[in-house]
T-cell receptor, first 117, second 112 residues
Framework: EAQVTQNPRYLITVTGKKLTVTCSQNMNHEYMSWYRQDPGLGLRQIYYSMNVEVTDKGDVPEGYKVSRKEKRNFPLILESPSPNQTSLYFCASSLFSPGTGKTGELFFGEGSRLTVL | GESVGLHLPTLSVQEGDNSIINCAYSNSASDYFIWYKQESGKGPQFIIDIRSNMDKRQGQRVTVLLNKTVKHLSLQIAATQPGDSAVYFC???????????FGTGTKLQVIP
C-alpha cells in the first residue's frame, strides 16, 4: 500500500529536549516536505527536499532541521524544542519531474501531534 | 484533529444540496492549484487539481473553477453527502513547484 508513515503520532516533551519525528514514504517520490498545522493558520511549510541531499527552507524553518540521506526518509529534527513548536506536524511526498521542474499532488502522512511543555 | 476546525469559516449545507467552497490565492505567478480534503484526525487528501492553462476541471462529483483575473479558485461538490464533511484547503504552487502555499481552510458541515 502506497503510504507516508510518520512516527511518533503523539508526543509530549519538555523544553530543550531534542527530538526527531521520522517520515518514510514507499512511493519512490523525489519530493518530500514538512508542514505544521495550527488553528487559524492552516498548513505552513517548514522544509522541503527535492531529492537526496537537497533540502531547502520553507516559510517557517526557524527551530527545525531536516536531513535527506536516503530517498525514502525525511526526518524532522527539533534540536531544542520550545512551547511555540507545539503543533500538528505533517510530512508529505510527491513525484517530481526534473525535465519539467514540476511536482504533483502531495501525499500526506497521518500527522504527529507534538506538545512541548 | 478537531482543533484544526476551530477558527475556520464554516459552510453548512443540507445533504443532497450542492456545495461551493471558495479560495482566494495570493501569488499571481502560481500556475498549479490543488484542493485537499482533511477529515478529523487525518492528513489532507488530494481531491482535484487544475493548471493555469485551464479555467475548469471536473472530477467525480467535484468541479474546480479557476479565475486568474481575480485570483480566485472554487470547489463545487455536487449532491453533498455526510462523508463530505471535512475541512477543505486550496493550495497554490508558483513556477518552480518547490514551495506549496495552503489557504487557511473552510469547514464543510453536511446536515443530514
Amino acid at each position: 500500500e502506497a503510504q507516508v508513515t510518520q512516527n511518533p503520532r503523539y508526543l509530549i516533551t519538555v523544553t530543550g529536549k531534542k527530538l526527531t519525528v521520522t517520515c518514510s514514504q514507499n512511493m519512490n517520490h523525489e519530493y518530500m516536505s514538512w508542514y505544521r498545522q495550527d488553528p487559524g493558520l492552516g498548513l505552513r511549510q517548514i522544509y522541503y527536499s527535492m531529492n537526496v541531499e537537497v533540502t531547502d527552507k520553507g516559510d517557517v524553518p526557524e527551530g527545525y532541521k531536516v536531513s535527506r540521506k536516503e530517498k525514502r526518509n525525511f526526518p524532522l529534527i527539533l534540536e531544542s524544542p520550545s512551547p511555540n513548536q507545539t503543533s500538528l506536524y505533517f510530512c508529505a511526498s510527491s513525484l517530481f519531474s526534473p525535465g519539467t521542474g514540476k511536482t504533483g499532488e502531495l501525499f500526506f502522512g497521518e500527522g504527529s501531534r507534538l506538545t512541548v511543555l | 484533529g478537531e482543533s484544526v476546525g476551530l477558527h475556520l469559516p464554516t459552510l453548512s449545507v443540507q445533504e443532497g444540496d450542492n456545495s461551493i467552497i471558495n479560495c482566494a490565492y495570493s501569488n499571481s505567478a502560481s500556475d498549479y492549484f490543488i484542493w485537499y480534503k482533511q477529515e478529523s484526525g487525518k492528513g489532507p487528501q488530494f481531491i482535484i487539481d487544475i493548471r493555469s492553462n485551464m479555467d475548469k476541471r471536473q472530477g467525480q462529483r467535484v468541479t474546480v473553477l479557476l479565475n486568474k483575473t481575480v485570483k480566485h479558485l472554487s470547489l463545487q461538490i455536487a449532491a453533498t453527502q455526510p462523508g463530505d464533511s471535512a475541512v477543505y484547503f486550496c493550495a497554490e504552487t508558483p513556477g518552480g513547484y518547490q514551495k506549496v502555499t495552503f489557504g487557511t481552510g473552510t469547514k464543510l458541515q453536511v446536515i443530514p
